[in-house]
Each structure stands twice: as structure tokens, then as C-alpha cells.
């Protein structure tokens, strides 16, 4: 992670910023750096917000993702260049939109699994319950357990 980030100059068409390196490259190496930018809409009537991810895109996006997570953001992460993220990341794209029709942006795409993942992770913590010290079975005083609320418990 880069630190220090200034911007040094804004034009109608251009944004210049510089930045110091990170303290620490990992045994991967630094290729590069990745700048995104995010325009907020601002709700107006010419504002035109896509639709969610269909059904289909959402299969697609977590069978690719599932396919390439390891290298993307798993055990393989670290060796693999931002270059070859990217490179998956447009792959991934390729294949949602073919079965979307869409034309999905990468951006879209990450902000759609990242959507999924946090509906996912409040579907698990909804149903959760956390039993009060002393009252799980077969535990010692002061510790608590989880106990899901979902089928065959």
C-alpha cells in the first residue's frame, strides 16, 4: 500500500498525484499500480444507475471467482502480479457479460461480489445466536459458543 498520496495538479481533463513506493514489496515484486476512480452519481434525472447483477451474471461472477479466488484474493494472491489480477479480472468480465448482455464494467463486477459477500456474511450473522457463558453444552464456565439457527439443529 502506497502512502503519502498528494495530488500535485488538476485540469478539466487530468488529475496528477504522486505518491511515495510502499515500505515493503513482497516476493512478488511491484509491476505497477492500479488507479481507479469512482463517479458518484449524484441522483439527478440524468443520472442513469444499471440494474443488479441478474442471476445469471451472479453465477457466472462467483463460478469465476471461485475458479480464480486463490490467485485473486487467497493463498496465491501475494505471487500473483497485479498484471495477471487484471488480465483474470478482464477474463472474468468476459464471461459475465456473455451471459448478461450487460457490458459490465470491472468495477461493477467487484462492487458486485463485494455486495455479495456482505449479504452473505449478515445471512450467516442473522443467524447466529451466541449462548451466554456457562449455558453451552459440555462447556466450561466463561466460554461461549455459536449455535446456527438454520436447518437440522
Not at 461472477?61 to 493463498?75: K, M, S
Not at 448482455?101 to 443467524?127: C, V
Request: aromatic share 4%; with cysteine.
Amino acid at each position: 500500500r502506497s502512502s503519502d498520496l498528494v495530488v500535485d495538479g488538476v485540469t478539466d481533463s487530468s488529475v496528477t498525484m504522486k505518491w511515495r513506493p510502499p515500505d515493503h514489496i513482497g516476493a512478488a515484486g511491484l509491476d505497477g499500480y492500479v488507479i481507479e476512480y469512482c463517479f458518484e452519481e449524484t441522483g439527478g434525472a440524468e443520472s442513469e444507475k444499471k440494474a443488479n447483477l441478474t442471476d445469471k451474471e451472479l453465477d457466472a461472477l462467483v463460478d469465476n471467482i471461485t475458479t480464480f479466488g486463490p490467485q485473486l484474493c487467497g493463498a496465491l494472491s501475494a505471487k500473483t502480479t497485479s498484471g495477471e489480477k487484471n488480465k483474470i479480472w478482464s477474463d472474468i468480465q468476459s464471461k459475465v457479460n456473455a451471459v448478461g448482455g450487460n457490458n459490465r464494467s470491472i468495477a461493477e463486477l467487484k462492487r458486485g461480489w463485494n455486495n455479495l459477500k456482505k449479504q452473505t456474511k449478515n445471512k450467516i450473522d442473522q443467524n447466529v445466536v451466541l449462548v451466554p457463558e456457562g449455558e453451552g453444552e459440555g462447556k466450561g464456565e466463561g466460554e461461549g459458543e455459536r449455535k446456527g439457527e438454520g436447518k437440522g439443529e
